[in-house]
């Protein structure tokens, strides 16, 4: 699953540890996300596309998906 | 300290309580595995005070379930595969039907191993028979079972870090760059 996490962070002036304080997870794990290698639970997925204030399909896409 | 550092070192205070339970059987001071064994809780609850990276989230919990899950399934087998061995000296392996074995080499079934000298409950006999090498080995097998129990910790700490790698755990980052 593709992300664009590391955008949507660079827009909001955003590190990778004050996204993770926001959303209650680890730097680690948001790092995880952006690198592809962590798909994260539907819960945390809407979390984040919620936080930027944007639709979850806008923050991540399946590839080959229309 | 890392949680990691802590299973680590709660595998080293394991192994060194099976060595001086070792030393408590074969000295015959039953103080000493008492108070080491105390000393080693006291030990890992001082160290699991001191675990710095203690945050979980869903994906630390994901990485905890699959370490935990397969360090269950090794430990199962190898457990399984010495409980097996254990029975065979406990209860005395049957002799294959091409090798019989002689009537005076009969193996030596745990109950009779550890029956009191005597014929009855009223001859005034305190000592034990001495336990045979089946028994003897079934307790080497003990020594054996526990330090695997053990060495368990090291296993799920190799697990973490696989699982914690193939997640993303030390990936390059331009953060820490």
Same mark, same amino acid.
């Given at each position: 699953? $593709? #992300?664009? %996490?590391?955008?949507?962070?660079?827009?909001?002036?955003?590190?990778?540890?004050?996204?993770?304080?926001?959303?209650?997870?680890?730097?680690?794990?948001?790092?995880? %996300?952006?690198?592809? $290698?962590?798909?994260?639970?539907?819960?945390?997925?809407?979390? %984040?596309?919620?936080?930027? #204030?944007?639709? %979850?399909?806008?923050?991540?896409?399946?590839?080959?998906?229309? | 300290?890392?949680?990691?550092?802590?299973?680590?070192?709660?595998?080293?205070?394991?192994?060194?309580?099976?060595?001086?339970?070792?030393?408590?059987? *074969?000295?015959?001071?039953? =103080?000493?595995?008492?108070?080491?064994?105390?000393?080693?809780?006291?030990?890992? =609850?001082?160290?699991?005070?001191?675990?710095?990276?203690?945050?979980?989230?869903?994906?630390?919990?994901?990485?905890?379930?699959?370490?935990?899950?397969?360090?269950?399934?090794?430990?199962?087998?190898? !457990? !399984?595969?010495?409980?097996?061995?254990?029975?065979?000296?406990?209860?005395?392996?049957?002799?294959?039907?091409?090798?019989?074995?002689?009537? +005076?080499?009969?193996?030596?079934?745990?109950?009779?191993?550890?029956?009191?000298?005597? +014929?009855?409950?009223?001859?005034?006999?305190?000592?034990?028979?001495?336990?045979?090498?089946?028994?003897?080995?079934?307790?080497?097998?003990?020594? @054996?079972? @526990?330090?695997?129990? &053990?060495?368990? !910790?090291? @296993?799920?700490?190799? &697990? *973490?870090? =696989?699982?914690?790698?193939?997640?993303?755990?030390?990936?390059? +980052?331009?953060?820490?760059?």
């Amino acid at each position: 699953m $593709k #992300n664009r %996490i590391k955008v949507f962070r660079a827009m909001h002036d955003l590190t990778q540890d004050a996204l993770a304080h926001e959303l209650g997870v680890t730097r680690q794990t948001i790092l995880a %996300i952006e690198k592809g $290698k962590y798909d994260p639970s539907l819960e945390l997925a809407f979390k %984040i596309a919620r936080y930027f #204030n944007v639709s %979850i399909e806008e923050v991540f896409s399946y590839p080959g998906a229309p | 300290m890392k949680q990691n550092t802590f299973y680590i070192l709660a595998g080293i205070i394991g192994l060194l309580e099976v060595g001086v339970f070792w030393i408590s059987v *074969r000295f015959l001071i039953p =103080y000493l595995i008492t108070i080491v064994f105390i000393v080693g809780v006291l030990l890992l =609850y001082l160290a699991w005070r001191k675990i710095a990276d203690r945050q979980v989230d869903e994906r630390s919990v994901l990485i905890n379930q699959k370490a935990g899950m397969a360090t269950f399934m090794v430990f199962w087998v190898i !457990f !399984f595969a010495t409980s097996l061995g254990g029975a065979v000296i406990g209860l005395g392996a049957p002799p294959l039907p091409h090798f019989p074995r002689p009537p +005076d080499e009969r193996p030596v079934g745990i109950n009779e191993s550890i029956k009191p000298f005597g +014929d009855g409950p009223g001859i005034p006999n305190e000592s034990i028979r001495p336990p045979d090498d089946g028994l003897i080995r079934l307790g080497h097998f003990g020594y @054996l079972q @526990l330090a695997l129990l &053990f060495l368990m !910790f090291f @296993l799920y700490v190799g &697990f *973490r870090i =696989y699982f914690a790698r193939k997640y993303g755990e030390w990936e390059s +980052d331009e953060e820490q760059d």
